[in-house]
């Protein structure tokens, strides 16, 4: 059985976003397939429960999970290091694919993510960085219809007041306003000119573009 057989196999029908990240892994997957092995793979904000849940198990591949703090993971192929997005302790050119699914909308400035994607552009020969899509109509962290369009207040007092999506209500103003500030969608016309050598690969749900994806696979080989 080859191993983006194996994915779809093991995919959970019964979840809509994991539907969405099982398609967006077999493509990842089709990208990598002809790479020379072993490959150096740097997970920026994911954890090794998403790679076990994918079905994720090959030998000649050693994944890196970097967040803020160390993650738990097991295996001889993974290991976990805090460290920072936008200032990345490695090496030029040190891991042949930098990876990071929803990460780069949460760095509060448009600053902030242009110094992560120049950062990755720096570390890995190949990168694959999906980002949600701003003009998509369900916004998806509060799973809440046209949320990214409201007004400021507006948003700081749902969140305040209400658990949505996968976003919990805050106590306090000032905690409800950190989180708004936090996640900046980006569209595919900024997405692209952070990323400017990148194919942009689009995730479609009905008449929309649910998500993007930066990458320069095809551009390399």
């Known amino acids: 059985m080859s191993l983006i057989k194996k994915v779809?196999?093991?995919?959970?029908?019964?979840?809509?976003?994991?539907?969405?990240?099982?398609?967006?892994?077999?493509?990842?997957?089709?990208?990598?397939?002809?790479?020379?092995?072993?490959?150096?793979?740097?997970?920026?904000?994911?954890t090794h429960a998403f790679w076990k849940a994918m079905g994720f198990n090959e030998d000649q591949v050693f994944i890196t999970i970097l967040n803020l703090t160390?993650?738990?993971?097991?295996?001889?192929?993974?290991?976990?290091?805090?460290?920072?997005?936008?200032?990345?302790?490695?090496?030029?050119?040190?891991?042949?694919?930098?990876?990071?699914?929803?990460?780069?909308?949460?760095l509060f400035t448009r600053k902030n993510q242009i110094k992560m994607a120049t950062e990755v552009q720096r570390v890995g020969k190949y990168y694959f960085i999906?980002?949600?899509?701003?003009?998509?109509?369900?916004?998806?962290?509060?799973?809440?219809?046209?949320?990214?369009?409201?007004?400021?207040g507006v948003r700081v007092w749902l969140t305040q007041h209400f658990n949505l999506g996968h976003i919990a209500k805050r106590i306090t103003k000032e905690a409800a306003q950190q989180q708004v500030q936090e996640i900046q969608l980006l569209t595919k016309t900024e997405l692209q000119s952070f990323f400017p050598q990148a194919q942009l690969y689009s995730e479609s749900f009905l008449f929309w573009n649910k998500s993007f994806v930066a990458h320069n696979f095809l551009l390399q080989q």
């Open 8 to 46: 779809a196999d093991n995919a959970n029908q019964t979840s809509w976003s994991h539907q969405f990240r099982s398609k967006r892994f077999q493509f990842f997957l089709s990208l990598i397939a002809d790479l020379p092995r072993p490959l150096r793979i740097l997970d920026i904000g994911g």
């Open 70 to 106: 160390e993650q738990p993971v097991s295996g001889n192929n993974f290991s976990s290091v805090a460290g920072n997005a936008l200032h990345l302790d490695f090496p030029d050119q040190s891991f042949d694919i930098v990876f990071s699914n929803s990460v780069i909308e949460h």
């Open 130 to 152: 999906q980002t949600p899509n701003y003009w998509f109509p369900l916004e998806p962290h509060w799973l809440f219809p046209f949320f990214q369009f409201l007004p400021n």
